[in-house]
């Protein structure tokens, strides 16, 4: 369904504007998607990205600021999310080699378990099953446009 009859307007005050409103309705409608995605897993969007930052960091550990730079939500409290995922099992914590004051943080057996799980039941590339290839670089050229 096109943008105006999804949320009643037909009438914008430019091509820009219209972007921006389809891009921000777009993003909220991904991201119920997404968290529908996530609800068997008892795990949030968040959650779900410090968990993909961690598998990716392997065998290597992390830090908090780490995975507060590497995260997609940049508003996301990560501390408070890494006590919840330890809480769950999903991840470790263990003693930085180099000064025992830090913490490195590592995802463990049941958080890479959980992972596999999700990537074998969920298609992220579903959501974008109408795109090709070539639609979908030239919609993250602009989208890394709109962000220069």
């Not at 914008?12 to 529908?36: C, D, P």
């Amino acid at each position: 369904m096109k943008l105006e009859e999804e949320i009643a307007q037909h009438q914008f005050a430019g091509e820009q504007q219209k972007a921006m409103i389809n891009l921000l309705f777009t993003y909220h409608w991904a991201v119920a998607k997404m968290r529908s995605d996530f609800k068997p897993y008892d795990i949030t969007m968040q959650q779900f990205n410090i968990l993909r930052i961690l598998r990716g960091q392997m065998p290597n550990p992390c830090t908090i600021n780490l995975l507060k730079e590497r995260m997609l939500d940049k508003m996301c409290d990560a501390s408070r999310m890494v006590e919840r995922l330890l809480q769950k099992g999903y991840i470790e914590r263990c003693v930085n080699k180099k000064d025992r004051r830090a913490v490195d943080i590592k995802i463990s057996e049941n958080g890479l378990a959980l992972l596999a799980k999700f990537d074998a039941s969920s298609d992220p590339n579903k959501m974008f099953s109408s795109l090709t290839d070539q639609e979908a670089k030239q919609l993250n050229e602009l989208l890394d446009k709109v962000r220069s």
